[in-house]
């Protein structure tokens, strides 16, 4: 059954700390992991990642493709405020099938 | 460039009563459209999601139903919803079914 396992499920960090998000995954014919935060509302799109893909950069965010370990890490440095959201990962199995989805990391950053 | 909406931001409705839910997309055609439930604030669970006009794939057996009358048109419905049916209900669309999606800004219903 294809899944995917985000970890933690919830953090508390201050501000200007570093933290990284994980998401594994097990699906057939993988071919991409994409990322999103959501804050109170709508999910906001930050990154695919490919196998010609593997690492991108926003600002503070970045995020990395392994897929020997089946994963991937979203990093946000020096942590703000605004960074406090949920992130999601998704990964589309291969088929044409829908996302799958994992249950998220809530992350709270305090001042 | 492409846009969601969808409506009401926020409903409270009695038990036992209907229910109609509307989403539309501009900027784009023939987009895939799924309706998701999002349960204190964490996993999207997929209710419906449409490839086409008329054409609508069920995830979950549930007390609503969803239909896509037009192209950029999603609409979920109920007849009678029940306490359960509360949660936040987020609307999207992508190009392909296994692309990122984007959402609608999402409608949290509260039924009492």
């Known amino acids: 059954e294809d899944k995917v396992v985000q970890s933690p499920l919830s953090l508390v960090v201050h501000e200007g700390d570093t933290v990284t998000l994980n998401c594994s995954y097990e699906v057939t014919n993988f071919r991409s992991l994409l990322w999103y935060k959501q804050e109170k509302k709508a999910p906001t799109f930050l990154f695919m990642l490919?196998?010609s893909g593997i690492e991108k950069k926003s600002g503070r965010l970045s995020s990395i493709l392994d897929k020997k370990e089946l994963s991937s890490i979203l990093n946000i440095t020096a942590t703000q405020t605004g960074d406090s959201a949920i992130y999601l990962c998704?990964?589309?199995?291969?088929?044409?099938?829908?996302?799958?989805w994992g249950l998220g990391t809530s992350l709270a950053v305090n001042p | 460039s492409q846009t969601i909406h969808q409506w009401p931001a926020t409903l409270v409705q009695p038990v036992g009563s209907p229910l109609s839910l509307e989403c539309t997309v501009e900027?784009?055609?023939?987009?895939?459209l799924y309706w998701y439930r999002q349960a204190a604030g964490r996993g999207l669970q997929l209710l419906f999601y449409s490839v086409g006009i008329g054409q609508i794939s069920s995830e979950v057996p549930q007390n609503l139903s969803a239909s896509r009358p037009q192209d950029r048109q999603f609409i979920l419905s109920s007849k009678k919803l029940l306490l359960s049916d509360s949660g936040f209900y987020l609307c999207a669309w992508s190009a392909n079914l296994n692309t990122e999606a984007f959402f609608g800004q999402g409608t949290r219903l509260t039924v009492v």
């Open positions: 900027g784009t055609s023939n987009p895939n």
């Open positions: 490919t196998s």
């Open positions: 998704a990964v589309p199995p291969g088929n044409n099938r829908k996302l799958i």
